[in-house]
């Protein structure tokens, strides 16, 4: 995967902290280089969990839903859909399901660090 692992990370640090002035530079410049299938759907994925939360009318509306429960919920299940292997899931989709399932995962991460809730 030639997307730059450290980008990737400091990406979803920002966006897990609300720095999305941050993190929208990080996708214009993994958008420069050639991506394969499985990047563009992580690259997409990437544009999405921005977009969704920066919350549109609703700043910080998703926020309020990374929860520890609702994030292993959800965790959960992107790992089964990443295991099925089906031929009806292509590379793309598994970039951009494994795109969600690193933003959980990162989210974890802090909630390790911060306590229950993000805020």
């Given at each position: 995967?030639?997307?730059?692992?450290?980008?990737?990370?400091?990406?979803?640090?920002?966006?897990?902290?609300?720095?999305?002035?941050?993190?929208?530079?990080?996708?214009?410049?993994?958008s420069?280089?050639?991506?394969?299938?499985?990047?563009?759907?992580?690259?997409?994925a990437?544009?999405?969990?921005?977009?969704?939360?920066?919350?549109?009318?609703?700043?910080?509306?998703?926020?309020?839903?990374?929860?520890?429960?609702?994030?292993?919920?959800?965790?959960?299940?992107?790992?089964?859909?990443?295991?099925?292997?089906?031929?009806?899931?292509?590379?793309?989709?598994?970039?951009?399901?494994?795109?969600?399932?690193?933003?959980?995962?990162?989210?974890?991460?802090h909630?390790?660090?911060?306590?229950?809730?993000?805020?």
């Open positions: 995967m030639p997307l730059n692992d450290e980008l990737v990370k400091r990406f979803f640090d920002h966006v897990v902290k609300g720095e999305y002035s941050k993190a929208e530079p990080i996708i214009k410049e993994l420069q280089s050639e991506l394969s299938e499985w990047e563009l759907g992580y690259l997409n990437m544009n999405g969990v921005l977009l969704s939360m920066r919350g549109g009318d609703k700043p910080y509306a998703y926020r309020s839903l990374l929860e520890e429960r609702f994030v292993k919920k959800y965790e959960v299940r992107f790992k089964e859909v990443l295991k099925l292997d089906q031929p009806f899931l292509d590379d793309y989709e598994k970039g951009y399901f494994r795109c969600w399932l690193d933003l959980l995962n990162t989210v974890l991460e909630l390790d660090v911060d306590g229950e809730k993000l805020s």
